[in-house]
Structures are given as structure tokens and as C-alpha cells.
């Protein structure tokens, strides 16, 4: 980044150099006399007050105009005199924010010290924006003096008091927040997935060495220690496969599937797979059959049902783990194929809505935006029900495969909502597989 500005001065330069003339520049100094002339001296721009200062604006103009970034071009009085393109599309209403920002001023009173002949230099700032939505910026400032003779016209001419030169500051912004925000999300998949693992390994040596010391000569103890093993060795076991598969479908994340998978089988599949998982205790598992079972969506079957399994057995879990002791009725979860409502507040376009349900004890608000984040889970329960917290980070990453949307809805006391939109397959994709 801090090359792209490096280049665009010396760019810049060049064309300005090259003396940018021609009828573009003189129907522009029409434009800016009829200004002058209509208003006040002091409502037309400075830097647009004589023939050599049009003439430099509008090589500006061309030339950071055309460069794939945003840039804005400030006089030395701070005065915005362009922005590109790129920056209107990358910050459109944010730009007012961003330059009135303490550490854009900040960055400007820096290069308000530094002598033109140190143009070279470049100054950063790290612009952080709350409203409307969280941003990060990254600024890089420099300033340049431009010689007003070379923009010079046949009959134009430089009064005693005017100065020679023109000072510009170039600002190239750059949006770093989704790098930042995957910057700390590789950073806590690192520490947490050493955490993790570290965790039922310094148990199974802890236990090994018991073994080999005091329980050597007792077969009861053995016994106790090796199923205890055996369980951290299984917990393990889980996280890496979890890893791995999440690895996967990052990988084909960007693919979109190309098979078709009809909505009754997807159903009949779930029930046979997760029946089991209710025979142990009190849990009722109630899986209903699609409103419309012809409906197809394109899809990956084998991955939209480890999506469903997931998001059964996190219900049977955590929906069972009540840390209150305040439900009475057994805990009930229910899957529901239907088609998606247009008003509902989904997409555009014909839609079926999966949905998995629970009467649990539900989530507090402040923990559901970052549930599909690797390895999060809601403090109170990580301690009572032992997961790898992957879960629901494979969930959503197979759903943005699929082009659906994932949403998870709850309130306490009450339960939790799971529901994915996926679009429908038209009927000729469907008559092709």
C-alpha cells in the first residue's frame, strides 16, 4: 500500500510535467470564471483562481482519477479538491468523517511542518470508525510543491506576490478492517486450538505418569485412569476432525455446488442419522416433514447434513444445560423444512427455510453475533458441556458455499432459534441432474 503511494507522486509529476493543455482545460476555466463571477471571491476554490492553477487541478484530477484506489487531494489549507472515484466507492459518505478525524488532523499537522523538499516522506494514520458501521482505515499522507510556471499559458503571467508553487497533500485510504478482523481470528484460532489441545494432553501425561509411579500395582486405579485416557484421547480425536473438515469446506468454500438435493430425502436422512442421539435420555426429537417435500435446492447433500447434525446435537447439549435449574418440561427440538416467507425478511427470490429449534435455557444477545466465530462458546456453559466450539463455524461457511444465509435467533428462558435460507433450484436444474 505504502508503494502505491510511493508511485502515484512521480506519476503525477510526470503528467504534470507534460503540461496538460487542450480544450478540456479551457472549457474547465470557463466553468470556474463563470463561478468567480457569480459568486463571491471566496466561495471558488484557491487553487481555481487563475488559468495555471486550473491547469493543475485538472492534471490532478486525470491522473489520480484513474488510479484503482482512493485517493483524496488536499490544498494547503486542508481543503478537499479531489477525490477519486475508488474513494467515493469505498467511502461515499464516510469521507467527511475520515477527514475530520483526530488522526487524520493529526497525520496533516505533521506534513504542515515538513519542508516541501522533503516530499519523499510519508506520514500514517490509523482511522477507526464507529458510526454507521465499525471501519478501519488506513491513511498514508504526503505532500508535494508543484511549480505553477510549467501549467503556464501563452498569456499568462505570475505577479510579483503570487508564489511560485503549489503545495498538494495526496491521502491514499485503504480499508483494513475485514484484514485486521482476519488477522485476529488467525491469531485466536492459533492460540485456541493450542489451548485446546494442550488441555486433554497434559492430562494424558499427567495420567501416563501415574501409571508408570504409584498406580503401577493397582489394576482398579489402571482401569479408572485408562477410561479417563481413553475419553481425552476421543476429546482430541473430535477436535481434529473438526479441524480438518472445517479446513475443507474453507477450501471449496468459493465453489458452489452443482448437485441437487430434494428436501424430503435431506429430511429422511436427518431422522436415521440423529434418532440415536434421543434414546439416552429424556430429549424429544421432532423432525417435520417438508410443507412442499418436491421442493430441490442445489447443494452439497453430505454437507447440508452435517449442517443439520451439527446444529441437533448443539441443541441436545447446550439446550439441555440448564445452569439455572429453572426448566421443568423436557427439552424438545424441532426441525422444520418450509417455504421461505416473501416478506420475511430474507432474500430476493423463491427460498425454503431450514430451521432448528429448542426450548433450552437460550442465549443472551451479547453472545450471538459471535457464535459462528472458531472456537467461541457462551462462557457459562463452556464449563458443563465439553465441545470443540467448530461447530457453528463449519455451519456457517458451508451455508455461504451454498450462497444461503444463516441466522441464529434466541431469548432467555425461552430457547433458541436456528434458521438457514437456501435458494430454491430452478426447474432446469433440476431436470438436468
Known amino acids: 500500500m505504502v508503494g502505491g503511494v510511493h508511485t502515484l507522486l512521480p506519476l503525477v509529476g510526470g503528467v504534470l510535467a507534460g503540461g496538460l493543455v487542450g480544450g478540456s482545460i479551457t472549457a474547465l476555466w470557463a466553468r470556474y470564471r463563470l463561478a468567480a463571477q457569480q459568486h463571491t471571491p471566496a466561495a471558488v476554490p484557491a487553487l481555481a483562481r487563475t488559468p495555471a492553477r486550473v491547469r493543475l487541478l485538472m492534471a490532478v484530477e486525470q491522473v489520480v482519477g484513474a488510479l484503482p484506489q482512493a485517493v483524496l487531494v ?13 474513494a467515493y466507492r469505498d467511502f461515499g459518505e464516510n469521507l467527511g468523517s475520515i477527514e475530520r478525524h483526530p488522526a487524520f488532523q493529526s497525520a496533516m499537522d505533521k506534513l504542515a511542518t515538513r519542508p516541501p523538499t522533503r516530499s ?13 458501521l465499525h471501519r478501519v482505515v488506513h491513511g498514508f499522507f504526503q505532500k508535494t510543491a508543484f511549480s505553477k510556471t510549467q501549467f503556464l499559458g501563452e498569456n499568462d503571467r505570475l505577479d510579483g506576490g503570487q508564489h511560485q508553487s503549489v503545495l498538494l497533500s495526496f491521502v491514499a485510504l485503504h480499508d483494513v478492517t475485514e484484514a485486521e478482523m482476519t488477522e485476529r481470528q488467525q491469531a485466536d484460532f492459533v492460540a485456541y486450538s493450542s489451548h485446546e489441545l494442550r488441555t486433554p494432553l497434559a492430562a ?19 482401569r479408572e485412569f485408562l477410561d479417563i485416557m481413553a475419553a481425552q484421547g476421543r476429546r482430541m480425536q473430535r477436535l481434529l476432525d473438526g479441524l480438518l473438515y472445517l479446513s475443507r469446506v474453507q477450501m471449496l468454500e468459493h465453489q458452489r455446488p452443482r448437485g441437487v438435493v430434494k428436501l424430503a430425502d435431506l429430511c429422511t436422512r436427518l431422522q ?12 424429544k426429537l421432532v423432525v417435520e416433514p417438508p410443507s412442499h417435500p418436491e421442493i430441490c435446492v442445489v447443494g452439497d447433500e453430505d454437507q447440508l447434513l452435517q449442517v443439520l447434525i451439527n446444529l441437533v446435537e448443539n441443541a441436545l447439549k447446550y439446550g439441555g444445560c440448564d445452569t439455572d435449574q429453572t426448566r421443568q418440561d423436557p427439552l424438545m427440538v424441532t426441525v422444520g423444512f418450509h417455504k421461505a416467507e416473501p416478506l420475511g425478511g430474507w432474500p430476493v427470490g423463491p427460498g425454503v427455510v431450514l430451521s432448528v429449534s429448542d426450548n433450552g435455557p437460550g442465549i443472551a444477545a451479547r453472545h450471538l453475533p459471535r457464535l459462528t466465530e472458531r472456537f467461541y462458546r457462551v462462557p457459562k ?11 457453528l463455524a463449519i455451519v ?19 430457547g433458541t432459534d436456528c434458521l438457514i435460507w437456501l435458494p430454491i433450484a430452478q426447474p432446469d436444474v433440476v431436470s438436468q441432474n
Not at 488536499?74 to 475508488?86: I, V
Open 381 to 391: 456453559t463452556s464449563a458443563m458441556v465439553q465441545g470443540s466450539g467448530l461447530g
Open 204 to 222: 494424558l501425561m499427567g495420567f501416563i505418569e501415574t501409571l508408570q509411579g504409584p498406580a503401577a500395582d493397582d489394576p482398579e486405579a489402571q
Open 396 to 414: 456457517q461457511h458451508v451455508i455461504t458455499r451454498h450462497g444461503g444465509r444463516f441466522v441464529i435467533e434466541s431469548t432467555v428462558g425461552t
Open 120 to 132: 519523499t516522506e510519508i506520514e500514517e494514520a490509523r482511522i477507526v470508525l464507529d458510526i454507521p
Open 74 to 86: 488536499l490544498d494547503n489549507d486542508r481543503r478537499l479538491l479531489y477525490a477519486s472515484p475508488q
Open 272 to 283: 436415521n442419522e440423529t434418532s440415536i442421539l434421543f434414546r439416552q435420555n429424556d430429549a
